[in-house]
């Protein structure tokens, strides 16, 4: 079993991990847990590489969510709690859909 890893030693792996900083827009930080936004056409592989890292090892997504942000162009967020037994840490993983929202849009379905 490995000692619990804090938010600071993810971002710091994290920073150090060419392939999945590059997948990352931005970093956040709130009451101590570690967000990552991700473009949701980068999802897979990053939620992949969070998976098979040995620095990580996120094997257990233990949420998954929607969110409505009505102010935001993009408003519909997915949300990918995901928990490394490992490591004993969490992380959460953002992205939002591809597509704009417009009720009376037939074919705006959002997508991830």
Known sequence: MYKQKNYSQLLNEI???SK???LIIKTEVSADDLSLHVDNEN?????????????????QL????????????????????????SNNSRIRVKTYTCLLYTSDAADDTPCV
């Open 15 to 17: 920073e150090s991990n």
């Open 43 to 59: 999802i897979y592989d990053l939620l992949k590489l969070l998976r098979d890292s040995e620095d990580f090892l996120f094997s």
């Open 20 to 22: 999945i900083k590059s």
């Open 62 to 85: 233990t949420d998954l969510c929607g969110v409505d942000w009505p102010e935001n162009e993009i408003r519909f967020q997915v949300v990918y709690n995901l928990l490394s037994m």
